[in-house]
């Protein structure tokens, strides 16, 4: 998508085989690249939330598996990378994904190959989300084209961001928005703000005005008014994991804009890939749910008067903070998940048949 009308991935590999990412920590107020020199950066960078969104963090990973091969191809260096990038955040099950792509793939090969195919995997699994998502978008398209044939626009709400910069382009949710700008829909989106870290105030606001979708900021609380008002068409939002059942865990806050969705009769999609479903997981209450630092509650980031980054305290000193950073959504509450294999119904059979597909992108 595009930063300043010129085309980015979240994530690329430069003519001269250099891997960087955009530093999301900074943005709206600075792009900034940062270079993954070596497997600890892109630890580094998924534990910084430099990188962040579930596919995004899984294909960041796989590039770290590839920095580790170029310098140790053992075995035993395989399994020490991977368990440490597998630390870094618990509970988007793309991560697990990813490292398991990759290690089934090396462990079959000889050492000295190593290096080259894990960076010829790590850009198949990069290439493959792009594919995917795009897959996703066409899937979502008829429901809003069904909308806009009726009333003659669309007005989505999402939560977080679930957009191009948390995968590695197009987004998961916002594939669908993006499809349906490209059919020529009217499209708006109400964008909630997503305390604590504010990822739809300073991510999906910003990538959204990148590609000229109209949309307007909302705090996380104004949802339910602006449903009851008729002033939302339908919620798409993604996943971080869904279970094998089809309840879905993703950003905290998700879970509360389901319950106002079903009270006043309005559609509630997931888009997400396969790669975020988690099959050996019957029971939500079982995903690790990441709790984060108090900080990000006490503090929030922006631009001073002079126009300087800054972080101030919002909270009276000492205030005790509990921060998770998901909740669960239960199937009941989801009108279709969005996958690269159409629309289906959250239920333990329609994911099951969705594994028994052939096409798997990579
Ligand atoms: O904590 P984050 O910013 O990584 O959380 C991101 C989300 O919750 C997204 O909705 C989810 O990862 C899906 S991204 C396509």
Known sequence: MRIEGISHAALEVTEAGVVRVLDQTLLPHQVVWRELAAARDAENAIREMWVRGAPLIGVTAAFGVALAMRVDASDASLQAVCSRLLATRPTAVNLAWALGQMTQALRTLSEPSRAVAALTLAKGLAAADVAVNHAIGAAGLPVLKAIHDRKGRVDILTHCNAGWLATVDRGTATAPIYAARDAGLQVHVWVDETRPRNQGASLTAWELGQEGIAHTLIVD?????????????????????????????????????????????????????????????????????????????????????????????????????????????????????????????ATSKHIEDIFKEAHNYA
């Open 221 to 345: 609380n104004a949802g339910g008014l602006l449903m009851q008002q008729g002033k939302v068409d339908l919620v798409i939002v993604g996943a971080d994991r869904v279970t094998a059942g089809g309840d879905v865990c993703n950003k905290i806050g998700t879970y509360l804009k389901a319950l106002a969705a079903r009270d006043n009769g309005l559609p509630f999609y997931v888009a997400a890939p396969r790669s975020s479903i988690d099959r050996e997981i019957q029971d939500a209450l079982c995903i690790p749910i990441e709790e984060r630092s108090p900080r990000e509650v006490t503090h929030v980031q922006g631009l001073d008067a002079d126009g300087i980054l800054r972080q101030v305290q919002v909270t009276p000193h000492g205030t005790r903070v509990h921060n998770p950073g998901f909740d669960l959504t239960p199937a009941r509450l989801i009108t279709a998940l969005i996958t690269e294999h159409g629309l289906i119904p």
